[in-house]
């Protein structure tokens, strides 16, 4: 096995688009991958053969694993972070899954997502999985880019695996996804409620095209960050079928989804940097059935960015709040779940 000492930084990432519903380039050929199961064939079989898991070996921890498994006839991969603190022998450790945005990989999510730092810090494991062709199939209908794959049994296959080769706390296994990323963390929330304490979305509002999912689902507690100037998953939300529910149709659909209070805890959060262009609301409602919880926050003039993190936005047009960073809001509201 090779560890990935370091993340090599993504071009892409830096000067290009994430936009969720752009085309995506061809992608990049694995490096140092670590097998564990028999190649795949190029195309997924109709009825895949189950692939038994084989745990991994680590030699050192602290460090990035690149890791290649076998799923519905395809090779999947993922980037495994080990907190340098990781005990196998001691207490069970949080797993967080880092879902990338479109047009992005695994490499490029964790240069600047910030998940490695708070696994680091917390001693949490966090796993970056690869979608096909740079996407996700987050149950969207008739894109091209789109393959015919269930990311949905992916995640929870590479989840048993990491879960066999740590030690893992099932009680505390969380998704974050940014734009598409995000899309498909509302989707296993939904799909996989027993799987994950708590899921996180950034810079996606609620997919009309999973509510069917999500209808006879049991409660799931939720964090969205949504920007009110995001010009690709806009604040008003879109129309249609591949469409998506407005800021505000978002936490109306989970407040009732989850059987909360009307109560609403909302807090004007400091304006850190006067200079950025913007202003962050956090609302909370913390009386949801099965004790499940719902926090939102507006990014108010703020674009289809990361917070915290300003990498790609345009001056004046799609700012980055550097009030908040992304990955510590969504930590506490996961921290706050165990």
């Given at each position: 096995?090779?560890?990935l000492l370091f993340l090599f930084i993504v071009c892409m990432m830096i000067a290009g688009s994430v936009y969720a519903q752009e085309s995506t380039p061809e992608t990049a050929a694995d490096v140092g991958a670590q097998w564990i199961a028999p190649e795949a064939t190029a195309e997924a079989t109709t009825e895949p053969t189950p692939t038994p898991i084989t745990p991994l070996e680590f030699d050192e921890?602290?460090?990035f694993y690149d890791v290649s498994q076998s799923h519905e006839g395809l090779r999947r991969r993922y980037l495994l972070y080990i907190p340098p603190n990781y005990d196998p022998e001691g207490a069970p450790i949080p797993l967080i899954v880092a879902l990338h945005p479109a047009n992005s990989n695994s490499e490029g999510f964790?240069?600047?997502s910030g998940f490695d730092v708070i696994g680091e810090r917390e001693n949490a494991a966090v796993v970056y999985p690869n979608g096909i062709n740079f996407v996700w199939n987050d149950g969207r209908v008739g894109d091209p880019r789109v393959q015919n794959v269930d990311d949905v049994t992916f995640i929870q296959s590479m989840i048993e695996v990491v879960s066999a080769s740590l030690n893992i706390d099932q009680t505390r296994i969380y998704a974050a996804g940014y734009s598409m990323g995000g899309m498909l963390a509302y989707r296993l929330g939904c799909r996989l409620p027993d799987t994950f304490a708590a899921v996180a979305s950034v810079a996606?509002?609620?997919p009309r095209y999973v509510l069917d999912?999500?209808?006879s689902a049991p409660p799931v507690s939720l964090i969205v960050l949504q920007g009110t100037d995001d010009f690709v998953v806009p604040w008003a939300g879109i129309r249609g079928e591949n469409g998506y529910l407005s800021a505000a149709e978002?936490?109306?659909f989970w407040r009732d989804h989850n059987v909360c209070s009307p109560e609403i805890t909302q807090t004007v959060l400091p304006d850190v940097d006067p200079n950025d262009g913007t202003r962050v609301i956090a609302e909370h409602y913390n009386n949801c059935r099965d004790n499940s919880r719902l926090?939102?926050?507006g990014v108010y003039f703020g674009g289809h960015t990361y917070p915290g993190h300003p990498l790609r936005e345009?001056?004046?047009?799609?700012?980055t709040t550097r009030d908040i960073f992304a990955e510590e809001v969504i930590w506490e509201f996961f921290a706050s779940n165990q």
């Open positions: 096995m090779k560890r921890y602290g460090v964790a240069t600047f996606s509002t609620m999912e999500c209808e978002t936490i109306q926090a939102f926050y345009i001056p004046g047009v799609d700012l």
